[in-house]
């Protein structure tokens, strides 16, 4: 097994979760907390849907929804494929994949990477400045002559924007990266975590993988907090270390990177650059809600979706705290001033089963699937 497998898994499946419910509840319910008379409301006019190319039957999303600064949605696709092996199996794999505005498919092969093999599934990606980022694991080829020492180490594979690998960058074995982002200058951001000290480790490396410096989050180390809580029907949920560390998800933030603690709440949201933090906001959520998405876009306002915890959490069976939650999504977006963490506007989402992906040029561009095909269309949304 892969380092990580179990980690990507859960991703995997806490996504597909997240997706399944949000297509299930953009309804409003009882449970709905009303929005303040204060912050604006504005409701969406949809386009005709977008059938998205190049897909089989039976393709569906699986881990986290990101998008580049140009407007593409970045997901893993399990893809459908026809036939079978010569051994009879159905064919079919789990891949990075971007859908343009357009509803053009574009795939990031990665199972072929010069110097190495057996390349694991993404486990992380991040799409800025015209490249595309995959955090996978693969064991360095060997000679004929030598023993195989099947060790599998992690890499960074840079795509451009026609989708071509350019760089394989190594990272250095004694980080356990969780997640990955990329400044403007091609330097690289991994989130690993510290278990001695129990809080998260952020390691800067140069296009080599070497690591060149680690910032410190201090107060805003949401590890640090030790006590993060999310509202549920019945109760606040205090999350584990652990689990704190794979829900920060890493995005695009003009030059910067914010660091974004999915699926919590009352949590900052921490904007850094290469020499430590820019400012540590938290945001204003509905009550009883979490983040549960984070919205990219190519503006400066933050767009997150809320959602609420469902279901009965996973906890740790020695310290009790949650290991990982199922989210359950709302009927709004809102849009978040970054100064001060107050909601600017409320985007209210009528019914019909689609998911926020992003923002772009004013515009929401959301995904939704065929329940009985598995295909997907691109839906644009506009704020009237």
Known sequence: ?????????????????AVCAAQNSTKMSANDTPIPRDVPTARLEFDKPIMVSNLTVGSGIAGVISCSDEGNILFLLDMSDPGTDANGHPLGHVSLVAVTPKGELIRY???????????????????ANGKVYALVYGEKQTLATEQPKHIQVPLVLVYDDKAMLT??????????????????????????????????????????????????????????????????????????????????????????????????????????????????ITPQLPEKSILSRWLDSDDLTWHIYPGKVHGK???????????????????Q????????????????????????????????????????DGLLELVKGTPR
């Not at 989130?191 to 989050?217: H, K, P």
């Open 313 to 331: 959490p996973q906890t740790d069976t020695q310290s009790g705290k949650v290991s990982g939650v199922a989210s359950i999504g709302s009927n």
């Open 167 to 280: 760089d394989v960058v190594p990272i250095d074995p004694t980080i356990d990266p969780i997640s990955i982002g990329a400044f403007a200058n091609g330097d690289l951001l991994v989130l690993s975590e510290d278990q001695f000290n129990q809080r998260m480790r952020l390691t800067i490396l140069d296009s080599t993988g070497g690591a060149d410096r680690e910032l410190r989050l201090f107060d805003s180390d949401a590890m640090a907090h030790q006590g993060a809580s999310a509202s549920s029907a019945k109760e606040k949920l205090t999350y584990s270390p652990d689990t704190l560390a794979h829900f920060t998800e890493i995005h695009p933030y003009g030059q910067d990177l914010l660091l974004v603690p999915a699926n919590t709440s009352g949590l900052p949201i921490v904007e850094i650059n290469e020499s430590g933090i820019v400012r540590s």
């Open 109 to 127: 092969a990665g199972q072929s990477v010069p110097g190495y093999q057996r390349i694991s599934t993404p486990e992380s990606y991040f799409g």
């Open 333 to 372: 977006i809102d849009e978040i001033n970054p100064n001060d963490g107050s909601v600017t506007r409320t985007i209210l989402i009528p019914p019909g089963g689609v998911l926020p992906a992003c923002e772009h040029g004013g515009d929401y561009l959301f995904v939704t699937s065929h329940m009985h």
């Open 1 to 17: 097994m892969y380092p990580g497998t179990i980690r990507a898994l859960f991703l995997v499946l806490l996504g597909c979760s």
